[in-house]
């Protein structure tokens, strides 16, 4: 079956698990899907309108079409698409007010799509590409496990940290490098 935010309106899934196996979760344009920690497992996920994310919420082995935004502004949101599911991203995901956004072994199809993280959140990478699109950082965006490759044009104006993996910036990456003295430069 289908569960629809539609018409304008919002639906709220509030700290429960929505078992969707083939089903279709969407959100059409105007519409809102607010997940308060909440876990949506399996299917297709299609966002037209405003996937908002806050809690501790997740998306795992979904199919996700994004042609609206995503916005996880506040608390952790982990998308785990799983081998055989995709992400394409048509617009775009943002990281706000000093939250979470982590992606776990998923290839981002990142089609004329936007993903930005502001100066007080952080993105996490486990074994992740993101293709095409743009990626703005401000905040903090970590190579934790696995290969993760960036081939979004970027900007940088924050922290990007590789740990014990190697991150791959094949993309156009400008930077904003700070001095120890605190003053700003352009790379």
Do not use: F, W
Not at 51 to 76: C, K, P, R
Not at 96 to 103: C, F, Q, S
Not at 120 to 138: E, M, P, R, W
Not at 164 to 186: F, I, Y
């Amino acid at each position: 079956g289908t569960l629809a935010a539609i018409n304008g309106g919002t639906l709220k899934l509030i700290a429960m698990t929505v078992t969707n196996g083939t089903g279709a979760v969407s959100v059409t344009s105007g519409s809102t899907l607010d997940l308060v920690g909440a876990v949506i497992d399996g299917g297709t996920l299609t966002i037209a309108g405003t996937l908002e994310s806050t809690g501790t919420s997740a998306i795992h082995n979904a199919d996700i079409t994004n042609t609206g935004t995503i916005a996880v502004t506040g608390g952790t949101l982990t998308v785990d698409p799983g081998v055989l599911h995709a992400i394409t991203n048509h617009d775009l995901i943002e990281v706000v007010n000093g939250a979470t956004l982590k992606l776990i072994t998923a290839t981002v199809a990142n089609a004329g799509g936007t993903i930005s993280i502001d100066a007080a959140s952080k993105l996490y990478l486990s074994d992740v590409s993101i293709n095409g699109g743009s990626l703005s950082n401000s905040g903090n965006l970590y190579g934790v496990t696995g290969l993760n490759t960036i081939s979004a044009a970027g900007l940088n104006t924050g922290t990007i940290e590789v740990q014990p993996r190697p991150l791959n910036l094949s993309g156009r990456l400008s930077a904003v490098c700070r001095e120890p003295d605190g003053t700003l430069r352009g790379a």
